[in-house]
Structures are given as structure tokens and as C-alpha cells.
């Protein structure tokens, strides 16, 4: 099914995990596949070369959640390194393998500047996408709430945003932030931009002071000092951290479902433990959601 139909029902949850690296047996990612289906998301999402080098394996992988597990996948591609004859290929790919949705993205080149070959923005993308295959597919696309770490200003990253869900996207994910009041702003700037389409918001539950350090260097997110305090505090103790991390992204998801958002999406990091105490923590309120009383 297409993911955009689903959000007549939202607001939706779904997880992203990524492949496993190149050494590991792709049976790898069955037990974490398993673990997560029994939450029953909404989709899951397969990130593509994010991690460098395993890209290969994205459609494999969302073809088993498609075909093995029932699940709508959300098979993720990207501009950088891919000519029109491998985008060509990989999408067929998909297409031959059921999988529906895909969210297209630039991608970053992690050694310097993004690798250009016959697509520089992720809206040139889509375009082509759209021009050889209509409508056979549901495309996502990213936003960044505190603003994609190269652009010049917020401003002009929305215009380019708005530009880009022209140019054929049904959904939007944003970036995982740690404030809520950068989703609001942003959310109401769509709106003044007549940008009517799905927005999930993206929530990472932080297990771990080091990765969350790199990550947030790579995109820039704003860490609240309450959020620093927690991480430094309990830092060398993994229980009592992973125990925090989750507490700190149940109250956005909260916060964020209370106030109407459209679904949220989980990094989950490949721990279903993780987004296992996430779904437990948001049950009644997603319950109550989905009645119609609130
Ligand atoms: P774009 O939309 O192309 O935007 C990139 C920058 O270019 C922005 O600053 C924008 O303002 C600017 N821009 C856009 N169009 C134009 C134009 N026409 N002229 C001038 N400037 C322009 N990366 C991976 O490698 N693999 C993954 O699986 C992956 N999954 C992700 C999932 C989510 C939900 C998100 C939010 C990000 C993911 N990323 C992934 C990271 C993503 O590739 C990077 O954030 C990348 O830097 C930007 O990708 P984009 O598709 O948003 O790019």
C-alpha cells in the first residue's frame, strides 16, 4: 500500500533501521526485522548507503519487510553516486519487488562534497522519478525543521523545499531535532507556504552519548542544555542513559501526537528494545488517538 493513503488514519508510526555492513550476513537484520514487526508500525523505513557502502542491500532488505513480514517498507535512494541508468535499475528493482514507497533523498558524500553525478538536488531527482514512472510510486521526501546545515537560511531552504514537494513528493520526514518548538515553527511556516502534505516528525531515543555527538555534528541539531545535563550525567551508565534517552523522546512524541502531528517516525537505530519501550510508553495515548474521542 502507499504510505500517503495511511494518513487518513494518522497519526502514523513507523521505525527506520539501516543495513547491516558488508561483512555481516544480511540475516543480520531478520532478528531486529522480527522484533520490530511485532510492534506493528506502519511502515518501516531502510536507509540507503547512510552508513557508507552497504547501499546495495536497501531494496533487498525492503522487499523481505514487503513480502516476508507484510509490512509497508519505505525503501530509501539517493542522488549522490547514482547515474540515471543505476537509479533506472534499483527502482525497477523495487518495483518488480512490490515495494511502493520510496524516499528520495541527495545523500551526502561523507569523505567532502557530494559526488554529482546526473542529479545534484534531491528535487532533481524526484522529478525523474516521477517523469519515467508516474504515479506507480509514493515518494517521501526530508525537511529540516532548524534548516539543512548548508543552507545559507532557513528562508531559502524552504523555498527550495517547496520546490521539491512540487516537483512530486506525498509525504515529508523531517530531520530528528530535540526541541519541539523548532517543529511548530516550522510546521506553521509550511502552512503560511501552502505546503499541505504530511509531515512526520522524526524522534531519536539517545542510548548513547557518542554516536548522538557525531550525528548531531553531521546535521547540526540544537542539543537543550536539559538534554546535555541527562547525557553527561548518566553517560557511564548505559541502563540508566538508555533509560533517560527514552523518557526525554516519549515526552516530545507526546507533546508532539497531543498537538495534532501527523505521525511520528522513530530512528531506532536497529534496537528494538528502544522503540519496543517507546511503543509500550505511548500506547493508551495513540490508543485514544486513533478512537476519534480526543
Ligand atoms: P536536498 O533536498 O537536495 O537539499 C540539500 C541542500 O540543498 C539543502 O541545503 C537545500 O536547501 C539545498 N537545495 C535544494 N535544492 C536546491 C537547488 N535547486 N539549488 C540550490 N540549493 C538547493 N542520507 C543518506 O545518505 N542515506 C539515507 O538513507 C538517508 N536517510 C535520511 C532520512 C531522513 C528522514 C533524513 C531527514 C535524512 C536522511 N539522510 C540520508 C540524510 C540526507 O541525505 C542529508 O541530510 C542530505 O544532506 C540532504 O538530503 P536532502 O534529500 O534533504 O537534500
Known amino acids: 500500500m502507499k504510505i500517503a493513503e495511511k494518513f487518513s488514519e494518522r497519526p502514523l508510526i513507523s521505525f527506520e533501521i539501516f543495513p547491516p555492513q558488508k561483512d555481516s550476513p544480511l540475516s543480520s537484520i531478520f532478528k531486529t526485522i522480527d522484533e520490530l514487526a511485532d510492534l506493528k508500525p506502519d511502515y518501516i523505513s531502510v536507509t540507503y548507503g547512510a552508513t557508507g ?112 514537494v512540487s516537483s512530486g513528493v506525498d509525504f515529508l520526514i523531517t530531520q530528528l531535532f530535540f526541541d519541539n518548538t523548532f517543529y511548530y515553527d516550522f510546521a506553521s511556516k509550511l502552512r503560511n ?5 504530511p509531515v512526520q516528525a522524526g524522534i531519536m531515543p539517545v542510548t548513547n552519548k557518542n554516536q548522538i555527538e557525531r550525528i548531531t ?22 541502563q540508566a542513559l538508555t533509560d533517560a534517552g527514552v523518557a526525554y523522546a516519549t515526552d516530545q512524541i507526546i507533546d508532539l501526537l497531543s498537538s495534532g502531528v501527523d505521525g511520528i517516525h522513530l530512528y531506532v537505530m536497529n534496537k528494538p528494545q528502544v522503540a519496543r519501550k517507546i511503543t509500550q510508553n505511548i500506547k493508551s495515548v495513540m490508543k485514544s488517538l486513533k478512537s476519534g474521542d480526543v
Open 193 to 197: 507556504r501552502s505546503i499541505r502534505i
Open 53 to 164: 557502502g552497504q547501499s546495495s542491500r536497501t531494496s533487498e532488505i525492503a522487499s523481505i519487510i514487503k513480502n516476508r513480514y507484510g509490512i509497508d517498507p519505505l525503501a530509501h535512494i539517493t542522488a549522490v553516486r547514482n547515474s540515471k541508468e543505476d537509479i533506472k535499475k534499483e527502482v525497477e528493482k523495487m518495483y518488480d519487488n512490490n515495494i511502493e514507497n520510496i524516499l528520495v533523498l541527495r545523500g551526502d558524500n561523507l569523505s567532502g562534497e557530494p559526488e554529482a553525478k546526473d542529479f545534484k538536488y534531491a528535487q532533481e531527482l524526484i522529478q525523474f522519478i516521477r517523469d519515467e514512472y508516474n504515479d506507480k510510486f509514493c515518494l517521501a521526501g526530508a525537511c529540516y525543521p532548524e534548516g539543512h546545515i548548508e543552507a545559507r537560511n532557513k528562508s531559502l531552504d524552504l523555498y527550495y523545499l517547496e520546490k521539491k
Open 217 to 238: 555534528s553531521m546535521c547540526g541539531a540544537f542539543i537543550p542544555e536539559k538534554f546535555i545535563k541527562v547525557m553527561n550525567k548518566y553517560q557511564a551508565d548505559k
